[in-house]
Structure formats: structure tokens, C-alpha cells
């Protein structure tokens, strides 16, 4: 009789929330938020468990990111615009380049940019399929 009533006991704190999560603890998630005091995007962290229901309640995104509710881009400082294209437009010849988006992209479309060198000919990929559109030159 004992064991019935810890069980109901715990399916019903389970049910309320009361339980702690089952995974275990998540790290802080940085992310921007709409602040409508100051009219604009401020970085702030977030419980690891609660980023999902902030994003679902408010337009803001990871940083960088895209926001969750109107798509805005944002930069790692939380800056509209897309994020600076860094060394990917010129051939330096190490792996890849400084921007993630772009480097992914080019790097899918000529492997040799990640896994010999970033040269002129990588350089010049990055210029027509990422100034502007995934990077800001």
C-alpha cells in the first residue's frame, strides 16, 4: 500500500512539474533578445532547459542566428545584418575560412577550400555565392 501511494504521490508532482528533468542539467544557452525598453537586441543567457519556450514566447535567436518569430539575422553581438565575411574572401591559404555559413557552403561545393587550402579560386567562389547573401563583405 506504501509503494501505491509514492507512486500516485510522484506522478502527480511529475505531472505538476515538481520533478526535476530526467536529462539531467543543460548548459546556459547565449542568445538575443528583444528588449522592448531599450527598442532593441540585448545578449542575455538562458537556462539550457528553458531556451525552446523563450523562443516559442519571444522573437530572439541564438547568437548568431535568425530570430524565431519575424527571421531576423543577427550577428554574435547581437547586431542586425549578417555576420562579416571575415578571411573568406581572399586565398590565404590555410583550411576554410573565419565564417561558418560561408565556408559550409563553399567547401560543399569544392571540398578543396576545407581540406588542402583556401586559395584565389576558393576566394572567388566566396565572393559570388556568399558576399551579401551569407556573409557581409
Known amino acids: 500500500m506504501k509503494l501505491f501511494i509514492v507512486i500516485i504521490v ?20 547565449d542568445i538575443c533578445h528583444w528588449d522592448k525598453d531599450s527598442g532593441g537586441w540585448l545578449p542575455v543567457t538562458v537556462n539550457g532547459h528553458a531556451v525552446q519556450k523563450h523562443f516559442d514566447k519571444h522573437d530572439d535567436s541564438t547568437r548568431p542566428g535568425v530570430t524565431s518569430n519575424t527571421g531576423t539575422t543577427l550577428n554574435s553581438a547581437c547586431e542586425e545584418g549578417l555576420p562579416s565575411c571575415g578571411n573568406c574572401l581572399t586565398g590565404h591559404g590555410g583550411l576554410g575560412c573565419d565564417e561558418a555559413g560561408c565556408e559550409a557552403l563553399i567547401c560543399g561545393l569544392d571540398p578543396f577550400c576545407c581540406d588542402v587550402a583556401w586559395d584565389d579560386i576558393c576566394a572567388g567562389e566566396a565572393i559570388v555565392e556568399c558576399a551579401g547573401l551569407v556573409c557581409s563583405p
Not at 508532482?13 to 548548459?27: D, I, K, N, T
Open 10 to 29: 510522484f506522478t502527480l508532482f511529475s505531472a505538476l512539474g515538481v520533478v526535476s528533468h530526467a536529462e539531467g542539467p543543460r548548459a546556459d544557452v
